[in-house]
């Protein structure tokens, strides 16, 4: 999930929400999951960016060996 796609989905569960008197357990237990779900994402392409990079100097001859 992308940060606009969090962002849209957040918007839509304030908006849907607040229409009915405010933000009840469950929407508050939904938007943790969409938070916990992008923070996971992010995690996984910083760990790829680790990977990709490393195998990058190894190609390249600089792995320190």
Do not use: F, P, W
């Not at 508050?28 to 992008?38: G, P, T």
């Not at 990709?52 to 100097?57: D, I, K, P, R, W």
Request: with cysteine.
């Amino acid at each position: 999930m992308t940060d606009k796609e969090l962002v849209e989905r957040l918007n839509a569960y304030s908006a849907q929400y607040q229409n009915h008197g405010g933000i009840t357990a469950e929407a508050a237990d939904r938007i943790e999951q969409l938070r916990a779900e992008l923070t996971n994402e992010r995690i996984a392409n910083t760990n790829l960016i680790g990977e990709l990079a490393t195998v990058a100097c190894i190609a390249a001859g600089r792995d320190g060996r």
